[in-house]
């Protein structure tokens, strides 16, 4: 229900403000080609321009908190998200050499949903080098991958023409809703799907690998495998939300931390509250990025500025983050 | 017949020999007590009887089957673990802890209700479930030790390795774990294999009249396997330990009792 209301509130508020029930006649008038009396603009706006970035805000929201979840039972530590293992800087590294490449924005989806499984996938490798994965060594693989890749991506700060593609890059890495591409909407939801249902599917085994690795498989878990599938689940639900949306901090982080004071540890509850409590806060926060000021402020801002001080707080409250 | 049998097993860590040529038999409803000195290689022998550590030579079986043949969840369905320590990671719920203990049997054989009610029958075996709603993160060390015990149980595998299990516990856990164990191998037929540092351990078992046997590690070597009463000798185990012992009884109770004398 309130995903619901907020859906239609994110939808109606905007340069062009419209009413609630204006909003489900023009989706019913492009659905049903009944005319309903709304100018066709309106319907325009409404189909094409806020039902995608509403609805692409919920996805994008659920995909991060599920993934960020699943990365803190994985890794037995509240404070990771899903960034860990290299994704966000992978894709972020990808974006800006497509940018680069192509003095475009054009092909930064595609590169950045690449590179981010890529970096994922090397973060492994690593892990791999002394034989065992072990999460100790993933999480060792994870930073340095990621500032391999963050320092890469400074690089190509440095050497991007100030004017043009520097600012591309950097806003692109702010993360944004405001120009989704509908030709990248297949590919990023299927990928955020597919991710998202794994993860579902992973829910009572990340409870069990939670226990630590020899637990899990003294209880009969196939801990690489399971490990395996939750890795890919998580990485494919971030690189979609990524190649639509930009890099956004935080959500993953905090939003499971939240969804803890509602429905406490159990990941089967847990995940798919986060979901829901991820897609409503990026909702919400991109309707402020929109209204705040004249300009669009980025996401990625809004979720840190509103986020950071959140965490602070949790900080506060569990001592460091311990789950005493 | 032997439910459990290792032969020859060796394990180094790398060029690090940790223990090796180690051979042992544990019979069905039979206790086995591993003790030795710290270092001795206790927890990784146990490591490896469970297949957390592959061992490089030897062999361990399950019925005749090597454990390197039994999938994870095969492996399982035959042994449960307990961990000397266990690192607490997100405060769920004791019920749903136990439960993890069934987590290898799909959800088409065993309903979700099913599982519970086997994890409560666990709590209630050993004796916690009134603490079945709780937190699992905010337990006492006996209570989380008892904990995980019922989840082992609620395994259903018939054999049982813990490593040090009555370490920290005070003496009315100890009493309730080692009382446990006693009571599945008698009643229930499960191998029952525990390292400790405690010699009163295996004495206790003798003279409650379990079918207890032991063995003494030290140097990564298993100097004999044999009933507890032939193998704790004062000086065997002043030459492992450098520490003089007797094993006495108090009046007439027929109960025996080591004590490791701190004068030098």
């Known amino acids: ?324 | 017949m032997s439910v459990l049998k290792i032969e020859k097993l060796s394990f180094s860590y790398g060029s690090k020999k940790i223990f090796s040529d180690i051979s042992f038999q544990v019979r069905q409803g039979e206790m086995f007590c591993l003790a030795g000195p710290n270092g001795c290689g206790k927890s990784t022998l146990l490591h490896c009887i469970s297949g957390h550590l592959k061992y490089q030579s030897g062999e361990v079986l399950i019925n005749d089957q090597s454990i390197r043949l039994h999938s994870p969840g095969k492996l399982a369905d035959r042994m449960a673990y307990v961990p000397q320590n266990h690192i607490r990671s997100f405060p769920y719920q004791v019920l749903d802890v136990v439960a993890m203990g069934q987590i290898r049997s799909p959800a088409s054989l065993l309903s979700k209700n099913e599982k519970e009610d086997l994890a409560l029958s666990a709590l209630k075996e050993v004796g916690i479930s009134h603490l079945a709603e709780e937190e699992y993160t905010t337990l006492s060390g006996g209570e989380l030790q008892l904990v995980l015990l019922a989840r082992a149980l609620c395994q259903n595998s018939d054999i049982l390795i813990l490593d040090e299990p009555a370490a920290h516990l005070d003496i009315q856990h100890t009493h309730r774990i080692m009382n446990l164990l006693f009571r599945f191998s008698r009643e229930k037929g499960k191998s029952v294999v525990i390292s400790t540092h405690d010699f009163n351990h295996p004495l206790q078992f003798e003279d409650m009249g379990a079918n207890v046997k032991m063995a003494l590690m030290d140097h990564g070597k298993l100097s004999g396997v044999s009933s507890p009463k032939s193998l704790l000798s004062p000086n065997s185990l002043e030459q492992m330990y450098q520490v003089k012992s007797r094993i006495v009884k108090v009046s007439d109770s027929p109960e025996r009792h080591f004590i490791a004398t701190w004068s030098e």
């Open chain 1, 1 to 324: 229900m309130m995903l619901f209301a907020i859906l239609i509130l994110s939808m109606s508020v905007g340069r062009y403000p419209l009413s609630p029930a204006d909003i489900i006649l023009a989706v019913l008038q492009r659905i049903t080609g009944h005319d309903y009396g709304i100018n066709a603009a309106v319907v325009s706006i409404v189909m094409d321009n806020r039902l995608i970035r509403t609805v692409s805000g919920a996805l994008v929201g659920a995909a991060l908190a599920a993934s960020g979840c699943a990365f803190q039972g994985l890794f037995r530590n509240p404070l990771v998200s899903q960034g860990v293992l290299g994704v966000s800087s992978g894709a972020g590294f990808g974006a800006a050499l497509s940018i680069l490449l192509f003095s475009g924005t054009a092909f930064a989806p595609g590169f950045a949903f690449l590179f981010g499984i890529c970096a994922v996938w090397m973060s492994f490798l690593v892990a791999r080098i002394c034989g065992e994965v072990t999460i100790l060594m993933l999480v060792l693989g994870g930073t340095v991958i990621s500032s391999i890749f963050s320092s890469l991506l400074s690089f190509l700060k440095y050497v991007a023409d100030p004017y043009n593609q520097l600012a591309s890059i950097v806003f692109w890495n702010m993360g944004s809703l405001a120009s989704v591409e509908s030709s990248v909407v297949p590919v990023s939801y299927a990928s955020m799907f597919f991710g998202m249902v794994l993860l579902l599917l992973y829910t009572n085994k990340i409870n069990v690998l939670s226990m630590g690795d020899t637990e899990a498989f003294s209880m009969g878990l196939d801990v690489r495998k399971t490990r395996g599938m939750v890795i890919t689940g998580a990485t494919f639900a971030t690189a979609g939300a990524v190649c639509i949306a930009g890099t956004i901090g935080w959500v993953g982080l905090i939003i499971p931390h939240m969804a803890r004071f509602f429905v406490k540890s159990d990941n089967r509850h847990l995940i798919p509250f986060s979901m829901l409590l991820g897609a409503v806060f990026l909702m919400l926060i991109d309707i402020l990025c929109r209204t705040l000021t004249g300009a669009e402020i980025p996401l990625g801002i809004m979720t840190s500025v509103i986020g950071g001080p959140f965490f602070i707080y949790l900080l506060k409250k569990y001592k460091g983050g311990g789950w005493k």
